[in-house]
């Protein structure tokens, strides 16, 4: 079964402290990963993807599959990346025809 | 906003009745998807078209969930004799299918209470 595991509900930092939100799946073959975030009153929309191994807002992401861990990193939390983030697994490869998602880490970035 | 759009944002319905949400997918998009969403969690697959087929349900969508996509454009989520389990946030997605990963766009979600 496919399965996405944030242990985290809540997490709050202070701004300009590093910050990782951590995430766990489970899936038999080859997964694709995506960070989603929701920002107060606002859509939710992708923050990145494992494939394009890009840097958005100053988040990155390793997929690690000995682990089978998405962890999302920031050096330095700014207070406007306070928001809900969700780690989502899509099992089909080249499409995201279905995607199973966390239960959601609650980010707060204390000035 | 030419992103994807929801209606109604808001629903109230007694237990028992009949409701219906609309999706306006970005126009060129022609992968539909619906998910739900109860306080908590994550959102939820519920099913996904390509174009007007149905391609996928989930074991979530019982057989008083319908929904249609009749010309490959919009489409609806109908649930039938709601009960006080199907108050969530429903969410619409929609993506181009392409040979290469195309990004899922969100909706703002409509949010069904059921009383």
């Known amino acids: 079964a496919q399965r996405v595991t944030q242990p985290e509900k809540l997490l709050s930092v202070f701004k300009g402290a590093p910050v990782e939100l951590k995430c766990n799946y489970s899936?038999?073959?080859?997964?694709?990963l995506f960070w989603y975030v929701q920002y107060s009153r606002q859509r939710l929309q992708l923050l990145l993807r494992h494939i394009s191994r890009e840097s958005i807002k100053g988040f990155t992401a390793d997929l690690n599959k000995g682990e089978t861990s998405f962890h999302l990193k920031k050096p330095f939390a700014q207070e406007e990346d306070s928001a809900m983030y969700y780690c989502?697994?899509?099992?089909?490869?080249?499409?995201?025809?279905?995607?199973?998602f966390g239960k959601g880490t609650k980010l707060t970035v204390n000035p | 906003d030419t992103g994807v759009s929801q209606n109604p944002r808001h629903k109230i319905t007694k237990r028992g009745q009949n409701v219906t949400f609309r999706c306006d997918p970005i126009?060129?998009?022609?992968?539909l998807y619906w998910y739900r969403q109860t306080l908590g969690q994550g959102p939820e697959f519920l099913t996904y078209?390509?174009?007007?087929?149905?391609?996928?349900k989930s074991r979530l969508l019982s057989d008083r969930f319908s929904a249609e996509r009749p010309k490959g454009s919009f489409s609806t989520l109908e649930i039938q004799r709601t009960e006080q389990g199907d108050s969530a946030m429903y969410l619409c997605a929609s993506s181009l299918s392409q040979v290469v990963w195309t990004e899922a766009f969100f909706g703002q979600g409509t949010r069904l209470t059921v009383v």
């Open positions: 126009s060129e998009h022609n992968r």
């Open positions: 899936y038999s073959g080859s997964p694709e």
């Open positions: 078209f390509q174009n007007e087929a149905q391609l996928e």
């Open positions: 989502a697994l899509a099992p089909s490869q080249g499409g995201s025809e279905k995607l199973v």
